[in-house]
């Protein structure tokens, strides 16, 4: 049996973790997780921007999937939600995008605008 410390230690871990997940916070980070995200690698961009968050102690943000977006070409998607802002779409995201967005545009309010959606479809020839 773990001790009460233990114990308290697992819980705090894990509400933690939920807090990420809440849909009440200010902004939210929405990663498409179907069968087409998840095969583009969408799983370890969701943990990395959990981590991330975590890391740095972000408050009022959520991170929490979906599933499929519709454009399974250009997953793994990431879709910022902040408040009173249009939403963002950064698609083909990879892990090591996720601090930069993190710091540029959740901390700094500043899109990450080469990793968009729009920018993409822009300059593809």
Do not use: W
Not at 41 to 51: C, E, H, I, Q, Y
């Amino acid at each position: 049996m773990k001790s009460l410390q233990e114990l308290e230690a697992i819980r705090k871990k894990t509400l933690e973790s939920i807090n990420l997940r809440k849909e009440n916070a200010g902004t939210r980070i929405v990663v498409g997780m179907a069968t087409c995200g998840i095969a583009a690698g969408a799983r370890p961009v969701l943990a990395s921007f959990m981590d991330e968050i975590a890391r740095r102690s972000i408050q009022n943000v959520v991170v929490a999937q979906t599933g499929c977006i519709g454009i399974c070409r250009l997953e793994p998607i990431v879709e910022v939600y902040k408040p009173d802002q249009e939403k963002v779409t950064y698609c083909k995201v990879t892990p090591d995008m996720v601090s930069r967005i993190v710091t540029e545009h959740i901390v700094n309010d500043r899109v990450v605008s080469e990793y968009t959606i729009g920018y993409y479809e822009n300059n593809q020839k």
